[in-house]
């Protein structure tokens, strides 16, 4: 799509006009009326004209709010701002630094707070309903209507959206009662020949329920419209009106088809005032408008679709980028500006079928809405502008002159819940044109009035291209957004539920041996379910497959790097096309979620391309001549390699730990763990159709008793390649180190051993994130994970309110068969496992007080555990201080960032940490000084990406370079630099003379 609508190369003079019109009133307004605020216009520009200034100033003001004492906002202050940029923030002729000298820091906080304040009374509509409604009365007489919007903290629980539903029915109440009395105004309470409510709220759908989810629709839905209803019907009895505002891509779909869904129930369908917002920024919008347009035909009692440009397009294209996803949103503005055209004129033609509310502060847009209507014969009361409180005062003044209708969209709430929403139209106003708007007095505000041109792609369409051309690229994720993926992988499930309790043979030698014992592998979440019976090895067996690794080593170590990656290409691009198969099987065999079973697999098809580019990049000598002689650098295989993965991500570090034995020309004994054998035994046998030859890998499940050790000992091993627990990790390491009398070599051991991983919470940690993230981390797949979060440390007063939402949000996680898309915590691996974890809890209860431990629902008959949070927790304590391998996770309070930082690092583990900070000094100091080998800062601590977070940890958490990393090939292979004299008789060949 190139150029404009073909309809404005018609209505162009019409746009023009239109629009120098409502330019010319705007200043008219600007000149006449109250100036804006002058500091706001400096700050602004500012902000406008200096980048690092406008990021500091933005991260600044979000964090504002958390900062409870004057010194924690001095300290933030000089952290993000040099001084020249300190002058925005007061008027003061002294310096800010000297300043600080003279007076201390109590005055310098009073003038922030009075600074920002300033900004947050200019864009919000007052503290609570009531000073917002006086602030809609004011719009009233000044003939422009108004919608309110309560602003808040996201709601994590259960619990909270509970309240927030409550406070829509007490705002509901409040605004029908005391605008009860108001005059009636013809023009603004009647539009097409109807009534039109006073009361006007708009609701954020995530608000009212917390389990939103794309994975899960139709739970999600279910929820939401359970909780809408009674919104609905109090606003149906008390004449007010409801707008649904649109949230991030991944709630849209739900949250169109829960608007649809309640109002074609009985009691709403010929309601005819509710609304939903549509955002032009996405590119399934105008299929959306039309799918919406269809809907309301059939309804038969028209909806208001308020369109917007959008309000998260750096984070929706950002996360897509991360994660290797197509953008849903335009990645140019010119593109959304033409969308938002298209999508206007399509809600114009319609207007029998929808309500129109025009939302945008664009000159060019107002002018094309209206000119359309013009051209249409659309009375004025037929549709709506909407503006924002705050934005482009004298604009507004304007377009409500003009005869239209227009609705000004107010905010309202506590400076410090509504802090995400002022800084969004900060960022907003840190645009030229937002700038030009709020003054009108820059002539280029004329420009605006040009019609959207197709530009030059920058930015966020570079980065992706840039990404998709470099050699390695993570796989991409399951989003789970697209009916069609979320039916596929549905089907794909059940069907691996239909090819259960196949008996899978040891390979050895190429050959496929059956055993006198079996290892019986259960679905864990109904252990009666057979998953699949694999043979079992004992020592004899153990000693044939060494032979037969000795055996077939000359024949693959002789090949080259090039064709042993080539094979593991070809296996990455198998499991491309299984990647749903495999994940059914993680599900039913390991009790992994939908998302969880993906990201597995997905990370398994990383290691195979990323150790296959790597191993060719080693292939190449690196040479060092010089005169007469020439010095190769070259990496050979070790020899037999014994890999024993675990079975929490029975993929993922199966497939790296053996794809990097392979490649760099070892054979392989595989011991997988006993819990996850049919996922084994399906990967070795996806490596022997993608070109392996199949004496290369010997497949000899068993149990570390009968045959661990036996391998581990053997003299004809030459690397061991383990993840597990600290005590297997810790045999291992002491029984390879035992030479044998007939062995010639050192054993190479890379171990990772897992960890007791902690979480700081900064004082002025970002309450919303840092709750939702340490849940995340603490009891994704139960809590069975290395780099689970398993220790919460809190500094500061927040610590009770932490705890308090902390538990309340876990409560609200859904327990269940990781078979259902809405499960969120399902069952733990084995009985033994959930016996061991039990008993755990049983004494952590004798240490420390319990804050929440969650029941099992009673249909569940599997190894089910619901979520333990401990608070309170002694430091030196078996529970902060030693491995729970399941969803138990334990809090404690530390006083100061530094006393943190002790906790933190005073265990024996070394594995991943993290830290929720927004202070920039305190951020420096966990980078160097938190003793972890992952450190994730403002973030999650689990899900580390093959190259982007090689994994890996110190002291007793591993040892061993990182996997993932572009040094991990290394200690499967042996460095070998080989030097010849090319100098005969004193001549050499010039090349090597250079």
Request: proline share 5%.
């Amino acid at each position: 799509m190139t150029g404009y609508p073909t309809t404005d190369i018609h209505l162009e003079p019409q746009i023009q006009a239109h629009g120098q019109r409502l330019i010319e009133a705007a200043r008219r307004n600007a000149a006449e009326g109250r100036a804006v605020d002058r500091w706001l216009l400096k700050f602004i520009q500012g902000l406008m004209e200096n980048e690092h200034f406008r990021v500091q100033a933005l991260r600044f003001v979000d964090v504002l709010p958390a900062l409870s004492n004057d010194r924690d906002l001095v300290d933030h202050l000089f952290a993000y701002f040099n001084d020249e940029e300190l002058a925005f923030f007061s008027d003061a002729a002294t310096g800010m630094q000297q300043l600080r000298k003279i007076t201390g820091n109590k005055l310098i906080a009073m003038a922030v707070r009075k600074a920002v304040s300033r900004i947050a009374r200019y864009y919000m509509g007052g503290a609570d309903a009531q000073e917002a409604l006086k602030t809609g009365r004011k719009l009233r007489d000044q003939n422009i209507l108004f919608s309110l919007d309560m602003l808040g903290e996201a709601a994590l629980s259960e619990k909270e959206t509970a309240q927030y539903q409550q406070n829509y029915l007490a705002i509901i109440e409040t605004l029908a009662t005391k605008t009860a009395d108001w005059p009636i105004k013809p023009a603004l309470d009647q539009a097409n020949g109807e009534a039109v409510p006073i009361p006007n709220l708009s609701i954020k759908p995530s608000s009212l329920y917390s389990r939103i989810r794309a994975v899960d629709p139709q739970g999600s839905i279910e929820g939401l419209v359970q909780m809408l209803r009674p919104v609905f019907a109090s606003a149906k009895k008390h004449g007010a009106a409801i707008c649904l505002d649109m949230e991030q891509f991944e709630f849209k779909d739900i949250i169109l088809a829960s608007f649809k869904k309640i109002l074609m129930e009985q009691e709403f369908r010929n309601w005819p005032h509710a609304g939903v917002a549509m955002q032009a920024y996405l590119k399934e919008t105008e299929q959306d408008l039309k799918d919406m347009i269809e809907w309301a035909k059939q309804r038969g009692t028209p909806v208001l679709i308020r369109l917007v440009r959008g309000a998260y397009w750096d984070y929706e294209t950002i996360t897509a980028t991360q994660f290797g996803w197509d953008s849903p949103v335009w990645e140019q503005k010119w593109q959304t500006d033409q969308n938002y055209d298209r999508c206007v004129e399509i809600l114009l033609r319609n207007i029998n079928h929808v309500t129109p509310a025009i939302a945008t502060h664009n000159i060019r847009s107002l002018a094309h809405a209206l000119s359309l209507a013009e051209q249409a014969a659309i009375k004025p009361d037929q549709f709506e502008f909407q503006m924002l409180f705050g934005m482009s005062p004298h604009m507004v003044k304007a377009v409500s002159d003009s005869g239209y209708r227009l609705r000004v969209y107010v905010p309202f709430g506590e400076l410090i819940p509504g802090m995400a929403y002022l800084t969004r139209r900060l960022l907003e106003n840190a645009s030229s044109q937002s700038f030009r708007r709020m003054s009108m007095q820059d002539e280029e505000i004329y420009s605006e009035l040009s019609p959207p041109e197709e530009q030059h792609q920058t930015g966020t369409a570079n980065m992706t291209q840039s990404a998709a051309g470099d050699k390695f690229k993570n796989e991409s994720l399951h989003r789970f957004t697209s009916e069609n993926e979320r039916a596929a992988f549905a089907q794909t499930l059940a069907k691996a539920r239909q090819n259960l309790g196949q008996y899978y043979p040891l390979i050895i030698g190429g050959k496929e041996i059956k055993s006198d014992t079996v290892i019986h592998s259960v679905n864990r979440a109904n252990p009666e379910q057979i998953i699949g019976e694999v043979a079992c090895a004992n020592k004899e067996l153990g000693e044939q497959a060494v032979q037969a690794a000795q055996k077939a080593l000359p024949d693959w170590s002789g090949k080259t790097m090039q064709q042993r990656a080539d094979i593991l290409l070809q296996a990455a691009g198998l499991l491309r096309k299984r990647r749903d198969q495999f994940a059914a099987l993680e599900i039913l065999e390991a009790g992994k979620t939908w998302q969880e079973a993906d990201a597995n697999i997905t990370e398994a098809i990383d290691f195979l391309e990323f150790y296959a580019h790597q191993a060719i990049s080693l292939d190449r000598p690196n040479a060092s001549n010089t005169a007469g002689e020439t010095n190769d650098h070259l990496y050979r295989a070790k020899g037999v390699g014994v890999v024993i993965p675990p079975w929490n991500f029975p993929l993922a570090i199966l497939t790296g730990m053996l794809s990097a034995t392979l490649v760099t020309g070892n054979t392989a004994i595989l011991k997988p763990s006993s819990q996850t054998p049919v996922i084994a035994a399906n990967m070795v046998n996806l490596l022997h159709e993608a070109g392996l030859p199949r004496e290369v890998v010997q497949f000899l499940p068993g149990t570390g008793s009968d045959i661990g050790d036996f391998l581990v000992q053997h003299p004809a091993v030459h690397v061991i390649a383990f993840t597990g627990s600290l005590a297997v990790g810790r045999r291992i390491v002491n029984l390879a180190s035992q030479l044998a009398d007939s062995q010639q070599h050192f054993k190479h051991v890379v171990a990772e051993m897992g960890g007791k991983n902690a979480i700081i919470i900064d004082s002025d940690a970002e309450p919303d994130e840092a709750v939702a993230s340490t849940i995340e981390s603490a009891f994704g797949y139960q809590g069975q994970k290395c780099s689970a979060a398993s220790r919460v440390i809190v500094v500061g007063d927040h610590y009770d309110y932490f705890l308090e939402r902390l538990g309340e949000a876990t409560r609200s996680l859904l327990i269940g068969d990781p078979a259902a898309p809405g499960t969120q915590v399902g069952p733990v691996i084995s009985a033994s496992a959930y016996k061991d974890i039990l008993q755990a809890i049983e004494q952590g209860k004798q240490v420390a007080e319990v804050l929440l431990e969650m029941p099992i629902p009673e249909n569940l008959q599997g190894y089910f555990i619901g979520p333990v949070i401990f608070r309170d927790v002694p430091v030196d304590s078996a529970l902060f201080q030693e491995e729970i391998f399941g969803p138990v996770l334990a809090v404690t309070k530390a006083e100061s960032f530094e006393q943190a930082i002790d906790y933190a690092n005073r265990c024996a583990y070394g594995l991943t940490g993290g830290l929720y900070s927004r202070n920039p000094d305190h951020i420096e100091q966990a980078r160097q000084q938190l003793q972890v080998g992952n450190l994730y800062i403002n973030r999650k601590i689990t899900r580390a990406f093959v190259e982007r977070q090689p994994f890996g940890g110190f002291k007793l958490s591993g040892l061993g370079s990182k996997a993932g990393g572009r040094d991990y090939l290394l200690h499967f292979t042996n460095p070998v630099t080989v030097t010849e004299n090319t100098m005969r008789r004193g001549y050499a060949p010039e090349k090597d003379t250079s």
